[in-house]
Antibody, heavy 117, light 106 residues
């Protein structure tokens, strides 16, 4: 069965950096686009970034462009999100998702990132 | 950017009722619309894609309609497990979600 397990969420100061990871299993990882979606406390969902199976195509929301970098290691079935220059408004639960033609058909359980001094 | 607007923001209903949630796009998105259900403390779950295609395992009391800029999600005969927040998501240009509709018990 498909499993996605995020890790790396933490409390970080404004301007700091954090790296999130997502371990995937139960499917051929390299065949799928993968995505990061976030949800601020008590708020709605925001698509953050996605990456193609071969890593040749990466796209970011304007809100994180230039600060966040998505990457993947198909040999390790792993997805990452490097987050730099973090701001208070980046505080959210970050979900890893398997993307199929623009939708997420499987989600991880999420990891909480808190940006606060 | 394509904006997605859901209405209502909150909906109070009883078990057995039929409820409808509307999602409007700021420009035409064809049928590139999905619906998700999110229960408290859980990740979202995909219900419908391509505006009206029900995902495997999703009960048939859920249905989606629409194209262009106006879409609806209908739940026939609301069940206790259906009380949750529902999000629409467009995937015509990048991806954006609606702000969500909370379906609560009346």
């Amino acid at each position: 069965q498909v499993q996605l397990v995020e890790s790396g969420g933490d409390l970080v100061k404004p301007g700091g950096s954090l790296r999130l990871s997502c371990a995937a299993s139960g499917f051929t990882f390299s065949d799928y686009y993968m995505a990061w979606i976030r949800q601020a406390p008590g708020k709605g969902l925001e698509w953050v970034s996605y990456i193609s199976g071969s890593s040749s195509n990466t796209v970011y929301a304007d809100s994180v462009k230039g600060r966040f970098t998505i990457s993947r290691d198909n040999a390790k079935n792993s997805l990452s999100l490097q987050m730099n220059s973090l701001r208070a408004e980046d505080t959210a639960v970050y979900y890893c998702g398997r993307e199929v033609l623009g939708i997420v058909d499987y989600w991880g359980q999420g990891t909480l990132v808190t940006v606060s001094s | 950017d394509i904006q997605m607007t859901q209405s209502p923001s909150t909906l109070s209903a009883s078990v057995g009722e039929r409820v409808t949630i509307t999602c409007r796009a700021s420009q035409s998105i064809g049928s590139w619309l999905a619906w998700y259900q999110q229960k408290l403390g859980q990740a979202p779950k995909l219900l419908i894609q391509k505006a009206s295609t029900l995902e495997s395992g999703v009960p048939s009391r859920f249905s989606g309609r629409g194209s262009g800029t106006e879409f609806t999600l209908t739940i026939n005969s609301l069940q206790p497990g259906d009380f949750a927040t529902y999000y629409c998501q467009q995937y015509s240009t990048f991806k954006t979600f609606g702000q969500g509709t909370k379906v609560e018990i009346k």
